[in-house]
């Protein structure tokens, strides 16, 4: 039955079909760091997943929901995205699949929910206001979700509508050149110790694109570096001209023979703390650690005494302080005025693709029902040619009234037709279009 029938015979067959748009039936949860919710998301983040260990739990995910879910950690937040006839469908799915029960969850839908993902992606939900990395961290994201298996079109282009109005966003906010918040953060920090002279070496534990990041802010503030990776020579080949400034170690000589130094940096990415109460920092010297890993890597239990941790606590306060003198609620207030021309745009956008996918649902619908016109023993003499030519007619008719045609339309359009075709088969088709 390809046009259902509605609650009477004078039914919209174009709301028969699509009668709940992508837009409405979009899903969102989301869990923001804060003292409250830092174990809860810890447990969830796939941070530190690995390529299998990401694929295998997006397809559990997607098993449980019977479609696509995304899904995005970072260090601020976890949050899923999927298309749902009611939001409990989608905290069921994760609940499941995670074995963990959001109580604290905050939920979306409909366009409640696109907003909620303008707002987060453009970096207004951000540990600092405006920041841009989230952007990046999204993007990447969707790609992933994309390649998957499981991938979800209409979800990918709901996704990649949230990007473009994010960017607008941004552009009309001036949140043109922010750089990564929790670096924004740390450097500032940084900068206050070299003032201080408190801080003459560094170890930088890990070489991964954030490691490098920290040895290029430490150097820049002509602060010694010593880089433990596991693999050094390695690490002293991706880090190019800065490595004729750095020493680089294994971790064996880390761990017994620590370098003398004031700041430990640590960007490794671990599933649980590398140092806590059972395995303490090697070096027992007074010093700061800054923690950028997330999960975290250095546990406050691993600590000596002198030793403080500027860790996921601290970044939190820190974003806190800043957000102090900033007027948040009126900047707020602007971005929704942007998001309200935004939805405007989208709206158009989103009811030219409704209509393409109509189009195709429509066409591929009557060249398989033409199938078995064809195929019917009705269909004497053959007149094969003929179906196929009447079902591309009525095809691009309803195209043409999408949102005018009822479904006595539809019967008057079969009957009056001047193609020859056997009565008997005439009534077949039109049972077929609206029984």
């Excluded at 500027?310 to 998001?339: F, V």
Aim: charged share 25%; proline share 5%; with cysteine.
């Amino acid at each position: 039955m390809p046009f259902p029938r509605g609650r009477n015979e004078s039914a919209d067959v174009a709301t028969s079909i699509a009668h709940v748009t992508p837009l409405e039936r979009l899903s969102v949860m989301t869990l923001r760091m804060s003292a409250s919710t830092l174990e809860t998301i810890r447990t969830l983040t796939t941070e530190a997943f690995d390529a299998l260990e990401r694929e295998t739990f997006l397809r559990d995910l997607a098993s449980a929901h019977g479609r696509g879910v995304f899904e995005m950690s970072t260090c601020n937040r976890v949050m899923y995205a999927g298309m749902a006839e009611d939001i409990e469908e989608l905290r069921t799915s994760v609940e499941q699949t995670t074995g963990v029960v959001l109580d604290s969850v905050s939920e979306f839908s409909g366009k409640d929910a696109w907003e909620h993902l303008v707002m987060v992606t453009s970096g207004l939900d951000a540990f600092v206001l405006g920041e841009l990395q989230v952007l990046g961290q999204m993007r990447t994201a969707i790609e992933r979700h994309r390649q998957s298996d499981d991938a979800d079109p209409e979800l990918v282009r709901l996704l990649e509508q949230v990007v473009w109005a994010s960017r607008l966003v941004r552009k009309q906010l001036g949140f043109t050149r922010t750089t990564a918040s929790m670096l924004n953060l740390a450097t500032w920090s940084l900068d206050e110790m070299v003032n201080e002279e408190t801080v003459l070496s560094s170890v930088v534990l890990g070489s991964g694109d954030m490691g490098r990041k920290a040895v290029e802010a430490l150097l820049e503030r002509d602060v010694a570096v010593t880089v433990v990776s596991r693999q050094p020579e390695r690490a002293r080949d991706r880090f190019g001209s800065l490595a004729e400034h750095v020493e680089f170690i294994d971790f064996d000589r880390w761990t017994n023979a620590p370098p003398s130094a004031s700041l430990v940096i640590s960007t490794l990415r671990v599933a649980q703390p590398a140092y806590g109460p059972e395995r303490p920092l090697p070096t027992q010297a007074p010093l700061t650690v800054m923690d950028f890993s997330w999960p975290p890597s250095i546990d406050e239990g691993g600590l000596h005494e002198g030793q403080v941790l500027q860790g996921m606590n601290h970044w939190i306060q820190q974003a806190h302080g800043l957000e102090a003198a900033i007027d948040r609620p009126a900047l707020l207030d602007k971005a929704k005025l942007e998001l309200a021309k935004i939805e405007t745009q989208l709206d158009h956008q989103l009811t030219a693709a409704s209509q393409s996918d109509f189009r195709s649902l429509v066409h591929h619908t009557l060249a398989t029902l033409a199938k078995g016109w064809s195929n019917s023993p009705l269909n004497e003499p053959p007149q094969n040619a003929t179906l196929e030519a009447f079902a591309r007619e009525l095809a691009t008719w309803l195209c043409k009234v999408h949102g005018g045609a009822t479904l006595d339309d539809v019967r008057e359009r079969v009957r009056t037709t001047a193609r020859p075709i056997p009565p008997a088969l005439l009534e077949r088709v039109e049972d077929d279009l609206v029984r």
